[in-house]
Every structure is written in structure tokens, then in C-alpha cells.
Nanobody, 121 residues
Framework: QVQLVESGGGLVQAGGSLRLSCVAS????????MGWFRQAPGKEREFVAA??????TYADSVKGRFTISRDNAKNTVYLQMDSLIPEDTAVYYC????????????????WGQGTQVTVSS
């Protein structure tokens, strides 16, 4: 049984920062990819960032503001979010898959329950 558990969400003012964490248990994903997606109220879930070995790929809307990283020893992926704007308000989901990174949520096999991020203006 694979579980992904997100944490670190909360309420922050515009311009502030948050760091999300996602811990994977039940299976190691050191050779796989992990990603972050988000779903704002009334909108479809969208890709945010993904990482396999190092570096990462990002949605245009977060590029330069968000940074994805991972610690394989802790089976954890992080999403550092800086210069937050109200449009970043959403439930953020962690996902994992075997193989390379993908921006397509259907390519991911495992999902967390999500953590709420709210950015006030």
C-alpha cells in the first residue's frame, strides 16, 4: 500500500512563502518521478511542478516563484512557494509515478489527499 501525505499548507498573505512537503510510504520512489498539482475552486486540477532526479519542470504560471526538490533518503518531495499571489489559492496534491516526469495527471499512479493553500490579498 502506497501512501502520500502532504503537509505545510495554510493561510498566507500575498507576497509571502510556504513550503509544502509530501512524504511517501510503502514504496520508495527514488527512481521515479514526483509531482505537484493543484485545484482551485471551480477549476480543473492542473500541473504545477515535477521532479525525477534533480532540477524540475514547472508550469509557466509558477516558474521563477516555486521550486521543487526531493530528499530520497527521507522519501520526501518539497514545493517551496515564494512570492505567492491570490491566484495560487488551491488544494495542492502530491503525486508519484514510475518513470520520467509528466505534466499529465493521468500518468500518475499515486495521489495524496491534498493540502489547502490560501493566499489573501
Amino acid at each position: 500500500q502506497v501512501q502520500l501525505v502532504e503537509s505545510g499548507g495554510g493561510l498566507v498573505q500575498a507576497g509571502g512563502s510556504l513550503r509544502l512537503s509530501c512524504v511517501a510510504s510503502g514504496r520508495t520512489f527514488s527512481a521515479g518521478s514526483m509531482g505537484w498539482f493543484r485545484q482551485a475552486p471551480g477549476k480543473e486540477r492542473e500541473f504545477v511542478a515535477a521532479i525525477r532526479w534533480s532540477g524540475g519542470t514547472y508550469a509557466d504560471s509558477v516558474k521563477g516563484r516555486f521550486t521543487i526538490s526531493r530528499d530520497n533518503a527521507k522519501n520526501t518531495v518539497y514545493l517551496q512557494m515564494d512570492s505567492l499571489i491570490p491566484e495560487d489559492t488551491a488544494v495542492y496534491y502530491c503525486a508519484a509515478r514510475v518513470g520520467g516526469t509528466s505534466q499529465q495527471q493521468r500518468q500518475y499512479n499515486y495521489w495524496g489527499q491534498g493540502t489547502q493553500v490560501t493566499v489573501s490579498s
